[in-house]
């Protein structure tokens, strides 16, 4: 789906009647529900890297800051897969990877890795199932903007215009609570936000949603085949 069908998609959602939703804030939200999304659910990428000293190789295209490292074969096509610990390295040059055992030089390893997602109007590697939830989440960002400001212009508000001008900052803030339940049960994921104890919520839930930022990227973990 092309960036046109999201920005569509989530104005359609919105339905900002004045107008207060700009391009600029529209592209924003998008962007963020990208990233969210990308965090939440990052794609998996594999290349075949070579490791020239036998130690350190440099990341393969696609990767990003915030990407690791899901699984690293070698030697390449046994059966059972053999692998080994290989883990992201900040160097002073910028990402690269180490192996946690010294292996041949100009070894090749199989890597497989996270990387997040693209939403540019030529690329779009948003799973199709999750367009629609991705959508929901920015449409979630600008209804909370919209009832941040109509709640704002109560102080400057008289007569009839008050009750309208609550009565818009409450549909906007219920219709961003919808929009971003919708995005966590679209994605099969639990609301951090839902009351604790609902289905969507809980502690644990939220433990759940928030394990993949504070992950350790730097500790060679022996993965087990």
Known sequence: MALADYQQLVMDMVSDQDRAVTSDVLGR??????????????????????????????????????????????????????????????????????????????AQVRVTFTAAHELTPAADTIALAHRLPVAQYAAHLLCQQLASRYSGERESTVGADVARTESRARAYAARANEYRAAYYQGTGQADPFAPAGSPAGGQAAAAAVLAWPGRARHALVRRVP
């Open 29 to 106: 939200a998008i962007e963020q529900a990208r990233v969210r999304y990308s965090i939440d659910c990052p794609r998996s990428l594999v290349a075949d890297v070579v490791f020239g000293d036998g130690q350190l190789a440099d990341v393969p295209e696609g990767w990003t800051d915030g990407a690791w490292v899901q699984s690293a074969e070698y030697p390449i096509g046994r059966e059972p897969l053999a692998l080994i610990d290989v883990a992201p390295y900040l160097s002073p040059t910028g990402w690269r990877l180490m192996a946690a055992d010294q292996l041949p030089a100009d």
